[in-house]
């Protein structure tokens, strides 16, 4: 590992810092305004939309310039959604215009974020070797999901009423903030400026890929191209397919938790953030366990992805604090151990066959498209009134049947194919496009 690769992982940890920690800030802001209960998840909808309709170009715009500069380039744009949140008051909006500012600002960190990751994730293919990737991925994926544990922690004690009142007690911050919400606002904006300061810091790659298309309708094309070569990719498709389920799974948990801890254990929305925050404390020790599962080997932690979503049911069952915190630590350590060794191997087939920018490209079109899904019919059962313990049982059985259905799949391809296997590890580059 090589100094640039850590100032890449310091500024995506404090980015996504800040985001999680805004959203809780926006959730909060929705309660205050009296906002329906679904209106949060449809928040987070339009934040995932942003990577779904911009996929065809993000890609392109990540391999232009030096992923650095693209990374401080979006990153200042999400500074601009949080500028507009912090606005929210300032206009002498009606309460219903108050809601759609929030939900335009968080969409606006979504297109910044859309961006953001094909240069966050492309950069570490252009920095490691293969043999370095799944070790590099469980670093990157540890600390974003460590940001996730410290961004909704964080966003939770900003909102809360302690923390809130002191902030307000500090002059500079009284001067600037009118109310609770904006100091907490104010102080998220605060880590959208240090991600900003490393993303300068990290140094030029100096890797090259071709002139990148400009025409718009010739993106899409060349993009729908791309999600076929990925998605025809007998070791590519497991690993997407995968990782595709694990992001929009791991999106609408975050809303579960949420609502459980309010519906099953009486938690104010402080409190239930930390719970979000055990279990992503939970996927940080398995994030890191991974690490030491080769690339070779990545299709062998299959089966873990059954055992997640077999956990998951045991929710409805306890109520316990105590029992809650390990339950919710074994279902991030679980999920946390699948999903590294899979997302190496997709970049790893995705920088093979494609190119870094391109290959993150597909990838979050995929992902952000199930959350798009799965955030949809989440909102849709809260809406029709399904208790939550349902919903949980419904979540659980459905992530253990699919990862059944795909390690079936990857079994088929390799009784078709017994060479596959030789496939991982290789060192060309766009073998797909030549």
């Not at 909102?159 to 911050?173: K, N």
């Not at 810091?201 to 191209?225: C, E, K, S």
């Not at 694990?246 to 402080?270: C, K, M, N, P, S």
Request: hydrophobic share 55%; aromatic share 10%; glycine share 10%.
């Amino acid at each position: 590992m090589n100094k640039g690769f850590y100032m890449v992982m310091a500024a995506q940890a404090l980015s996504s810092v800040a985001d999680n920690a805004l959203l809780i800030a926006a959730i909060g802001l929705i309660a205050d305004l009296s906002g329906p209960d679904w209106m949060a998840p449809m928040m987070k909808w339009w934040f995932a939309l942003a990577y779904v309709v911009l996929a065809a170009f993000v890609g392109a715009f990540a391999d232009s310039f030096p992923k650095g500069r693209v990374m401080f380039a979006t990153n200042a744009l999400k500074t601009v959604g949080c500028v507009m949140m912090y606005s929210y008051g300032t206009f002498g909006l009606s309460h219903i215009h108050q809601l759609m500012l929030i939900f335009v600002a968080y969409t606006v960190v979504g297109v910044g974020a859309a961006a953001y990751s094909p240069a966050k994730y492309g950069i570490v293919t252009e920095m490691l070797p293969p043999d370095l990737l799944v070790k590099g991925n469980s670093w990157i994926e540890g600390l974003t999901v460590l940001s996730v544990i410290v961004g909704t922690v964080l966003g939770g004690l900003l909102i809360s009423p302690g923390v809130s009142t002191w902030l307000m007690s500090i002059q500079w911050v009284d001067t600037l903030a009118d109310n609770s919400a904006q100091s907490a606002i104010l102080m998220i904006g605060l880590v959208y400026i240090a991600a900003a300061i490393c993303n300068l810091l990290i140094p030029d790659t100096h890797a090259f890929y071709p002139r990148q298309q400009t025409r718009p309708m010739a993106l899409v094309r060349n993009f729908g191209r791309h999600v076929r070569i990925l998605w025809s990719d007998k070791i590519g498709q497991i690993s997407l397919a995968v990782t595709t389920l694990f992001w929009g799974a791991g999106a609408t948990l975050q809303f579960i938790v949420i609502e459980w801890g309010a519906q099953h254990l009486g938690y104010r929305l402080d409190q239930a953030s930390i719970l979000m925050g055990v279990a992503a404390f939970g996927t940080v020790i398995g994030a890191v366990a991974a690490g030491r599962v080769p690339l070779r080997r990545a299709l062998s932690v299959l089966p873990v992805g059954v055992l997640m979503g077999l956990v998951v049911l045991l929710m409805p069952l306890i109520y316990n604090p105590w029992a809650v915190y390990l339950l919710l630590l074994i279902i991030g350590g679980l999920s946390g151990f699948f999903v590294v060794p899979m997302n190496a191997m997709l970049q790893h087939r995705g920088h093979v066959l494609l190119s870094a920018g391109h290959s993150i490209a597909v990838q979050n079109f995929n992902e952000q498209l199930n959350i798009l899904l799965m955030l949809a019919a989440y909102s849709l059962m809260l809406w029709l009134g399904l208790p939550i313990n349902g919903i949980i049982a419904l979540f659980g059985i459905l992530v253990a049947c699919l990862m059944l259905a795909f390690m079936r799949w990857n079994k088929l391809n390799h009784l078709a194919n017994p060479e596959l296997s030789k496939l991982i590890g290789q060192t060309s580059h766009g073998t797909a496009l030549k």
